[in-house]
Structures are given as C-alpha cells and as structure tokens.
C-alpha cells in the first residue's frame, strides 16, 4: 500500500470553527489532491498540489485553502466549518512516472455542528 | 465540460459476473481506470486500460473499451461476496500537465448469497 496518512481520522467540530486537516505521504509524489465524497456526489475534486508551494483549485474550492510547504505534507483548512462541509474527506496521491494512477489515504470523516 | 456517467447499483448472485458500465464524453481521454471502495475505506485502484487498448484482462477481471461509442465495462467473473463495493469509472481527459481525473459517480455492487 502506498504510504499515505490522514489526521485526524474523525473530527467533530461546531460551525464557525477553523479546521485542519493533513494528509502525509512516504512516497515522494509529486502530485497531490484533496477531494470530499457525499452521497449522490461521488467524488469532488477541493484542491490539488503539483509540487512545493504550487496548488490549484478544483472544482468545490470555495470555503477551503491548502498548502504544501513539504512535498510529504498537504494541508486542507477549512477557515470557518459550515454544515455543508460535513463530508467525507480523501487525500490522494500519484506520479508523473505512472499513468496516472491515484492513490488514496483512509479518508477523514468531518462533522460540522 | 467532461462527464462520466455510470449507473448507481448493481445487484447480482454470487457465482454470476458482474458487467459494470461507463460512458464519458472527452474523446481524448488517455487513461480509463476503475477504482473499488469498500465500506469505510478509500479507494483502491483495481486496474486501467490504454485508450489504444480495446481489452485488458486481469485474473477475473475483464475491461473492455469502445472508444467509438466512449463506453468502458468492468466485467468480474465468479462474483464473490467480498466483491460487493462501490466501483468507480475515472479517466484522464488529456495527457501532460493537466493531472486531474474526471470521475464517475459509482456504482454500487451488491453480492447476494
């Protein structure tokens, strides 16, 4: 499997709150994304990175900033949790050597109050 | 925009295969993956085909790809409990620096005894 964590694993917070989460990778991928999952919405895209300090939005960016200062480290903050951003969140992970293949952490499952 | 469309559930004995479907809309699309998610984890990459690739067999997994009607299956043989997940259909509408996928929304495969 390849090496790839999420922290915190479950997060309930109250609305107006910031929150952090971190994906970490012992892979030294380049590429990196966020992506949240809902019922009826499969999966979408937040943010992804494409090196240290290089990110782009994707397509449900609003409410969310990133930043890798690490090529191991991608962080995804919620500035002010909103019950719309309940949600299953995944980092992935994949390299420009491989055909894109994208690979995924356990996912964190966030509860905004 | 792009789109990937795939029906939402599947219901088959065990025993039986199982024929999970995908359309997409990108005519350039390079790489076709499908991905498994089972409950409570993340995704897992089951296999990819080449757009120059019309089949790819693995073990008891078959991908067949129509790029002419942009239709891609997952066929799985002798369909086993363990087999019952959630199916993803992603493709990468273009090589080079554009790393995002495009996703399906799943389907749903339910094994009955």
């Known amino acids: 499997d390849a090496g790839i964590t999420q922290s915190p694993r479950h997060k309930v917070t109250e609305t107006g709150t910031p929150v952090t989460l971190r994906c970490h990778q012992t892979e030294n991928h380049r590429y990196m994304y966020w992506y949240r999952q809902d019922p009826g919405h499969g999966l979408r895209l937040i943010h992804y990175?494409?090196?240290?300090?290089?990110?782009d939005k994707g397509e449900v960016s609003d409410g969310y900033s990133v930043s890798r200062s690490k090529t191991e480290d991608f962080l995804l903050t919620l500035e002010s949790a909103t019950s719309s951003q309940t949600s299953v969140y995944f980092c992935a992970i994949s390299s420009p050597l491989a055909a894109q293949e994208q690979f995924f952490g356990p996912g964190t499952r966030l509860t905004v109050l | 925009g792009e789109d990937v469309e795939q029906s939402l559930f599947l219901s088959v004995r065990e025993g039986d295969s199982s024929v999970i479907n995908c359309t997409y809309t990108d005519s350039s699309s390079t790489y076709l993956y499908w991905y498994k998610q089972e409950p409570g984890a993340g995704l897992q990459l089951l296999t990819y085909i080449f757009s120059n690739m019309d089949m790819k067999q693995d073990q008891r997994l078959t991908v067949l790809l129509n790029k002419k009607d942009k239709h891609l299956s997952l066929r799985i043989a002798d369909t086993q409990t363990g087999d019952s997940a959630i199916y993803f259909c992603a493709v990468w509408p273009n090589a080079g620096n554009n790393r995002k996928l495009i996703w399906g929304l799943g389907t749903s495969l339910a094994v009955n005894p």
């Open positions: 990175s494409y090196g240290v300090k290089d990110t």
